[in-house]
């Protein structure tokens, strides 16, 4: 069932308020994925290069357009720009024009538009520093079960069975993990990611979300040990597999619950 948003948007309008309100988040993405694990503001200072630090300006602060006049470098020092910079604001945008087309102007789009963003940062921050933030996984868990108020309060039952079947099944492997193998086998960011999930996705989603999350991580860590690549007991990160899990779960669950059951 989806919810239209009040009043509604004109189908070309609607489009176009997409693309440029992801293009803009896709940017502040980026900003959060630099500071967060790093402990500073999201606000202040404004946004400037990484290495010279000179202030960006706003015709060079134009989501993938300016990366791509600027030839990918800094206009001060001419350092190339990381390409995660561009991939991050063309998911977003991707993300958002996906969930326009699946569920059109309601709350179930922009409720799995905010989700796939948060799940975007947490891949990449995950990536780069091993560490998922809780500035996003905790307000995250609130904000998912807000967006079930949208199909009335019961909803949010759902909500909260997801949040806590998701965590504590994370939780639980994590206790078993140390109590047989005397190391942590799942970090306290993937039991909170895994929590956020459960509040936006509800218990079915997110347990489909966990299934095709761990199917991903599987295949990837068997390819890493067979080509080589990792040994035996070495880390993966798996947020980034359960958040391809949360996003595919977002917007087709439901067939894929169908499917398996039937």
């Not at 994925?33 to 606000?43: F, M, T």
């Not at 086998?185 to 218990?203: E, H, S, Y």
Request: aromatic share 12%; charged share 10%; with cysteine.
């Amino acid at each position: 069932m989806t919810v239209a948003l009040p009043g509604g948007l004109p189908p070309l309008f609607a489009w176009s308020v997409v693309v440029a309100l992801a293009a803009v988040l896709g940017s502040f993405l980026n900003v959060c994925i630099s500071r967060l694990p790093r402990g500073e503001s999201i606000v202040s200072p404004p946004s400037h290069c990484p290495r010279c630090q000179t202030p960006i300006r706003y015709y060079d602060n134009i989501p993938l357009v300016s990366f791509a006049l600027l030839g990918g470098r800094c206009r001060a020092c001419r350092e190339p720009i990381p390409w995660r910079y561009p991939v991050v604001e063309a998911l977003a945008i991707g993300i958002g024009l996906l969930a326009l087309w699946h569920f059109g102007p309601t709350w179930a789009g922009l409720r799995v538009f905010v989700l796939g963003l948060a799940l975007v940062a947490v891949t990449f921050i995950d990536l780069e520093t091993r560490l998922i933030p809780d500035l996003i996984t905790l307000p995250g868990i609130v904000v998912g079960l807000l967006f079930h108020l949208a199909w009335g309060p019961w909803r949010v039952v759902d909500g909260l069975l997801g949040c806590v079947v998701a965590g504590g099944l994370f939780y639980l492997i994590a206790w078993l993990s140390e109590l047989s193998f005397g190391r942590e086998g799942m970090g306290g960011g993937d039991i909170k990611l895994a929590a956020m999930m459960g509040a936006f996705l509800g218990l079915g989603g997110v347990l489909v979300a966990i299934f095709l999350g761990v199917m991903a991580g599987g295949i990837m860590a068997l390819g890493l040990l067979g080509f080589g690549l990792k040994r035996f007991g070495q880390y993966l990160a798996f947020g980034p597999f359960l958040a391809v899990g949360g996003l595919i779960a977002a917007f087709w669950a439901g067939p894929i619950l169908d499917w398996y059951l039937g």
